[in-house]
């Protein structure tokens, strides 16, 4: 499996940035795929879940501002993220839901200023 994140960037609060998240070597349009951040000494957290044939779900800190989306004939995940705030800041990744086991992409740096 390779997940490879990319279109994260500094931003100032308020603002938008839209992740995106590429997958292969695995059977993409059967798992449940999510986007996981985590910030500096901070556990890794899952921020938005997008599962086959349920509707979306998303963390309280994130509900309203964070959009997750997935085209299952690109094998593509993306997090649309609005009204950016400082605390939103982190390294974001994808992977499904649950994570596999032991593989993870190099993330996509987001930082937020003030």
């Known amino acids: 499996v390779q997940l490879v994140e990319s279109g994260g960037g500094l931003v100032q609060a308020g603002g938008s940035l839209r992740l995106s998240c590429s997958v292969s070597?695995?059977?993409?349009?059967?798992?449940?795929w999510g986007w996981y951040r985590q910030a500096q000494g901070k556990q890794r957290e899952l921020v938005a879940r997008s599962g086959p044939y349920v509707r979306n779900t998303y963390t309280d800190s994130v509900k309203g501002r964070f959009t997750i989306s997935r085209d299952n004939a690109q094998n593509a995940v993306y997090l649309q993220m609005n009204s950016l705030k400082p605390e939103d800041t982190a390294v974001y990744y994808c992977?499904?839901?649950?994570?596999?086991?032991?593989?993870w992409g190099q993330g996509t740096q987001v930082t937020v200023s003030s």
């Open positions: 992977n499904s839901d649950p994570p596999f086991s032991g593989v």
């Open positions: 070597g695995t059977s993409f349009s059967r798992n449940a």
